[in-house]
């Protein structure tokens, strides 16, 4: 899958506790993008990076930070996990101007 | 501000017809468009994309059409097979200021034999 990995595969969380996502790439792509994905809604942008520590809110990113502090790991963080953040999580890495590569994505369940 | 949409949620054809399936897109500065298929439980595949230079691009049995006057993308798909069946999505950017890609809500394609 395009030299992209995301981990865990599957989390299951309580409320309130600090939860970190992994994707980590092996293609050198600049950029790299969170997505979560829920019924009805498609894939929504949480953050994206375009190179190491640089890095820009998407559409729903309240609630979520990132880092990236080399070129093939991008972190996303929920500080405290609420129950609104279960989901299914979507890393994603593209090269300047070309299509972005997805992982086989994190499923994150809340309780 | 910047949203992709998608006409039909649900397209059901049978094996063998051609399917179309239609995007919306609102900013008119999107000069990038994707179409990605998504099968249950995996990360979305990268079918086609579609720069704004063009009107249309072919692939293998995949078509993209792109009307920038009405701000429309099309995907269609020859003689439609059992494995087409997934959730097709397209996507939209904004080239080179903002490599943001924002996507739709999704259509479920159904193939029945």
């Known amino acids: 899958d395009a030299g992209i990995t995301q981990s865990p595969r599957h989390k299951v969380t309580e409320t309130g506790t600090p939860v970190t996502l992994r994707c980590h790439q092996t293609?050198?792509?600049?950029?790299m993008y969170w997505y979560r994905q829920d019924p009805g809604h498609g894939l929504r942008l949480i953050h994206y990076?375009?190179?190491?520590?640089?890095?820009d809110k998407g559409e729903v990113s309240d609630g979520y930070s990132v880092s990236r502090s080399k070129t093939e790991d991008f972190l996303l963080t929920l500080e405290s996990a609420t129950s609104s953040q279960t989901s299914v999580y979507f890393c994603?890495?593209?090269?300047?101007?070309?299509?972005?590569?997805f992982g086989q994505g994190t499923r994150l369940t809340v309780v | 501000g910047e949203s992709v949409g998608l006409h039909l949620p649900t397209l059901s054809v049978q094996e063998g017809d051609n399917s179309i399936i239609n995007c919306a897109y609102s900013?008119?500065?999107?000069?990038?468009f994707i179409w990605y298929k998504q099968e249950s439980g995996k990360g979305p595949q990268f079918i086609i994309d579609?720069?704004?230079?063009?009107d249309k691009r072919q692939g293998q049995r995949v078509t993209v059409l792109l009307n920038k006057t009405v701000k429309h993308l099309s995907l269609q798909i020859a003689a439609t097979q059992p494995g087409d069946s997934a959730v097709y999505f397209c996507?939209?950017?904004?080239?080179?200021?903002?490599?943001?890609?924002?996507f739709g809500t999704g259509t479920r394609l159904q193939v029945f034999p």
């Open positions: 579609i720069r704004s230079n063009m």
């Open positions: 996507a939209e950017n904004i080239l080179p200021k903002d490599d943001k890609l924002i």
């Open positions: 900013n008119s500065a999107s000069d990038y």
């Open positions: 990076s375009y190179g190491v520590k640089d890095t």
């Open positions: 994603a890495i593209a090269g300047q101007g070309v299509e972005a590569f």
């Open positions: 293609e050198n792509h600049r950029y």
